[in-house]
């Protein structure tokens, strides 16, 4: 009760001071506009949004001020604070860089890009890197294991790190460093296979249907509707219990039973979308043009609605991306998903997991976990922000 | 009124179907499954006599339609088989004590309330402080805090939620231990203690909803400011709060109302990860820890329950959908 009452009269204050700098900007700028017509909620959230500040800039100097060695309540909030930084600058820089560099057509998009776009662009653009120079890039092999468990992260001598693996490594002495740049090709590498199979599947169909009509259509959205009404990672999970009784011992069978699964599943929401798209473009007259062309099928759908349905494709295949790579990642986690040896984010996290319970002794070794889990996290907020960005150019909303 | 429960009538009839063909495609793929349970059960020691006679015992020698009119019409009563895993000889043979531990129903039912009060308690945190951001959102548009909830709201939709749950964890139970990391919730327990162990995974969970429902509020809302009868009310000098309240709420409630019964909805998948990081005792950790066992009594019951939720959570909001807005009461 007292930590609510605290929390109570700590926005009791907030508001008074609130009032406080509405009452003395009216009285020093002789009640200008801004001062005059400010809400007392508005006021109450710049005093707020300022404290929240101060607080961050005090926690971010705790967090440096204590010893490596010994427990710091801050250490975490410290690392996010830097981490956000470093990223907002780099996108920052970016943006500066596509603005002035590249042909004419890059520059004009970076032109209109806010930073929220570059940040996702230059994390995708990162991520890719990584995913495709794996091999070269990581110290030690993914399944590789080395000769000491369980060193901590950060590579300091003093409580228990090793320079030579700046990330640590797990219970059984595998590179964490290793594991997570391996892990990008894995995962990434994986829930971007299952998407385009996803969006080859339930693309064609459902071109097909809007095209074709009739009881090809009509049986198509029938089936979609059932499998929409199961909750879809209920149903992976369903389907994976069936797929692993199938592939047996074969671990490595049951990684691409998974993709195809979850690329079937998640090609209901494709279907939908595509023949939504599709049904709106046969109408068009340059359809009925091409129809009495004689044109075939398969130049109606690949060259003449396709093209016209790539905006809202591009968009769905960003979302879907995230969909599909957040349920690879939660079924890996839940351990039916992507099997060990190979390295795997969503394992990762759960192999890793009790080991923040240690954190409150040295913060460094609940780093781990936490790593995997921001690998997966900071992939879908880049793509998110991406697609939020050109979702919000092709709408028009300017309001 | 006649129209209005027409209407709703033909949903339910249509959430009924959806109901049936749903467990048909259940029951498919679960018997798609190869072997079966009476050679799992035995592992290296099955006699081809041993097996037999489980297969009677669980009735798995029948015609698979068959199977599926018994185990429906079971189901249907409120019997949903027994569990395998659980299975003790005296329930096969018919001489159980009737300490009813191997029973589906009763391993469930207890888990289910559990999960229906975690959700519950979601829902009491999501649904007012995701209206208020939304509307708040709305109202200071294109302000500093609309981007930064913008920004916060987009970055905790698309974390996995294990990751929003060991953050939550780090913080709240290790670094500041303030609130248990694990979540045993036994019976008769104390209404106060429950509801503070269930307090880290119903954050959890409030995170990863409250984001999608304020982001939907806020567009709703918005898509209605700029319609000519805001721009009156807004001509005759009422505050822009009034203005969204009062005159922009009523009509975007329909979108609203959709949109919490579809986040409720996700709650009931979203659930199975947040249980098994923070162990609680629902129905989601039960269905995985029988999915890596392959008790197909208990999935099959579990994937039912998740299906019939959504189905439900779904048809309601259809409902309520058309009974808040007058214009979908009478269709052309």
């Not at chain 1, 007392?40 to 490596?68: C, K």
Request: aromatic share 10%; with cysteine.
């Amino acid at each position: 009760m007292s930590t609510l009452m605290s929390i109570a009269l700590i926005l009791i204050g907030l508001l008074g001071a609130g009032w406080l700098l509405r009452f003395v900007g009216q009285r020093l700028t002789g009640n200008k506009p801004f001062f005059r017509d400010m809400a007392l909620g508005v006021a109450f959230g710049y005093v707020f949004g300022a404290l929240v500040l101060v607080w961050l800039v005090w926690a971010y100097i705790q967090s440096h001020s204590a010893d490596a060695t010994t427990a710091n309540n801050f250490f975490f909030l410290g690392k996010a604070v830097e981490g956000f930084a470093i990223f907002a600058v780099a996108a920052f820089i970016f943006r500066l860089l596509g603005r002035h560099i590249g042909p004419d057509a890059s520059r004009k998009i970076f032109r209109s890009m806010p930073l929220t776009a570059s940040f996702g662009v230059l994390v995708i653009l990162i991520y890719a890197f990584v995913a495709i120079f794996a091999a070269w890039l990581a110290p030690y092999g993914q399944e590789e294991v080395l000769s000491s468990a369980n060193i901590v992260p950060g590579g300091n001598p003093a409580i228990g790190g090793n320079p030579d693996f700046p990330l640590g490594t797990d219970q059984i002495g595998r590179d964490i460093m290793s594991r997570l740049i391996f892990g990008a090709q894995n995962t990434v590498g994986i829930a971007f296979a299952t998407t385009c199979l996803a969006f080859f599947i339930g693309g064609t169909l459902g071109f097909l249907a809007a095209t074709l009509q009739g009881w090809l259509d009509q049986l198509l959205s029938r089936g979609v509707d059932v499998l929409m009404a199961i909750p879809s990672l209920i149903f992976a999970l369903l389907l994976m219990t069936i797929a692993s009784a199938w592939a047996g011992s074969e671990k490595g069978l049951l990684t691409y039973y998974m993709i195809l699964i979850i690329a079937v599943i998640d090609s209901t929401r494709v279907f939908r979308l595509a023949r939504a798209v599709g049904l709106n473009i046969v109408v068009m007259d340059y359809i009925e043009a091409a129809k009495l062309r004689g044109e075939g099928l398969g130049y109606l759908i690949f060259r003449e609605i396709l093209p016209n349905a790539y905006a809202p494709l591009l968009a769905e295949f960003g979302l879907r991306f995230c969909f599909v790579f957040l349920t690879i990642a939660s079924l890996s986690f839940l351990g039916v998903g992507i099997q060990p040896p190979t390295a795997d984010w969503g394992t990762m996290v759960r192999d890793l997991a009790q080991f923040i319970n240690f954190a409150g002794f040295a913060p460094q070794v609940a780093s781990a976990p936490l790593l995997a889990a921001g690998a997966i996290a900071l992939l879908t907020v880049a793509v998110n922000f991406v697609v939020d960005w050109m979702l919000h150019k092709s709408s028009g909303l300017k309001e | 009124m006649a129209s209005i429960l027409k209407i709703i009538a033909q949903r339910l009839a249509l959430g009924i179907l959806t109901m049936f063909v749903v467990s048909v495609v259940i029951f498919t793929a679960v018997n798609l499954l190869p072997g079966d349970f009476a050679e799992a059960i035995l592992g290296q020691g099955a006699t081809p006599e041993a097996v037999e006679a489980i297969r009677k015992d669980l009735g798995l020698d029948q015609h698979p339609v068959r199977r599926y009119i018994s185990w429906l019409s079971g189901a249907v009563q409120g019997d949903l088989g027994n569990s395998f895993a659980q299975a003790n000889f005296a329930a096969f043979v018919g001489t159980d004590t009737g300490s009813g531990l191997s029973s589906v129903a009763t391993q469930i039912a207890p888990r289910f309330e559990n999960t229906m009060f975690l959700a519950g308690v979601t829902a009491l945190f999501a649904v007012p402080v995701s209206l208020t951001l939304g509307i708040l959102a709305a109202l200071y548009r294109n302000s500093v805090f609309d981007r930064a909830t913008n920004i916060m709201t987009l970055s905790s939709i698309s974390s996995p939620e294990f990751f929003l749950a060991y953050i939550l964890i780090l913080f709240l139970a290790v670094m500041n231990p303030i609130l248990p990391s694990l979540s045993n919730i036994y019976e008769g327990m104390a209404l106060g203690e429950r509801f503070t162990k269930t307090l880290l995974p119903a954050l959890t969970l409030t995170l990863v909803v409250t984001a999608h429902m304020m982001r939907m509020t806020r567009a709703a809302i918005i898509n209605l400011l700029a319609s000519p009868y805001i721009e009156m009310a807004r001509l005759k000098g009422i505050s822009p709060l009034r203005i969204i309240v009062k005159h922009a709420l009523p009509n975007a409630l329909a979108p609203i109302i959709n949109v919490i019964a579809l986040n409720l909805a996700y709650l009931i998948t979203g659930v199975v990860v947040v249980e098994v990081v923070f162990v609680y005792p629902g129905i989601g950790q039960l269905f995985v820890d029988s999915v890596k066992i392959r008790d197909i009594p208990v999935v099959q019951a579990c994937c039912l329950i998740f299906a019939g939720a959504y189905i439900l959570l779904n048809l309601t909001a259809d409902v309520l959908s058309i009974l808040s807005n007058p214009r979908l009461r009478h269709p052309k």
